[in-house]
């Protein structure tokens, strides 16, 4: 009798694991989709039929994983988030580097990010000074905030340890963070901007080079 309930209880935790599984898989299937969607027709013009029909979904397929476009559109930025704190953290953590070389690594692993999936890391750079924010549900919300603030923190830290030991000039080690995160961002849209009149040509990794040289001799102590 103990040996029934304990196999049926496998055969139901067996099915769940199918299940979740198959949830996200079905996930990950729109999300691939919208990302398609949202590259050939731009935010604005892109619809949830328009998603359903690329992941050969019914509409109402869709509202069973996300509540809205909006919330498809920002969760889509949650994978390059992830990716961009291993980046950093990875920059961090590496022992013995001289605060100086450290802001190369990290100007080289926000470039590094932007090769990831240039597509979304622009989409997510227009997410964050929109008001889509508002419209999505607490636990995305919570978790992009999340992520947005843990890659802050590991930029900040940079800074600590060179304003620390005298490299750096005495300022907030956040203001400078926020200060590196606008050139990033800056730089990258504006480059691609560019890209629509001249679409032969592509000099954001020179530019980002020179802006943070500029950066770089700017927050030099002496």
Known sequence: MM???LKGSVNIMGIQERKEREKERRRQQILVAAKRVFSAKGFSKATMEDIARE?????GTLYLYFINKDELY???????LHYLNIRLEHVVNEHGVPPEKRIVALRNALFDVYEFDPLILINMF??????TLHNLSEDLSNEIQQLSRSSLRMISRIF???????????????ALA??????????V????????????????K?????????????????
């Open 3 to 5: 040996f029934i309930i």
């Open 55 to 59: 992941a050969e979904l019914s509409p």
């Open 74 to 80: 920002a969760s889509l930025s949650l994978r390059i």
């Open 126 to 131: 227009h997410l964050q000074s929109s008001e």
């Open 160 to 174: 600590e340890e060179g304003i620390a030991d005298g490299t750096f000039i005495d300022k907030h080690p956040v």
């Open 178 to 187: 926020d200060i590196v995160w606008s050139l990033f961002s800056g730089v």
């Open 189 to 204: 849209l504006w480059e691609e901007s560019k890209k629509l009149f001249n679409k032969d040509k592509d000099h954001l």
């Open 206 to 222: 020179q530019t980002l080079e020179l802006a943070f040289d500029i950066f770089l001799r700017g927050i030099k102590n002496g």
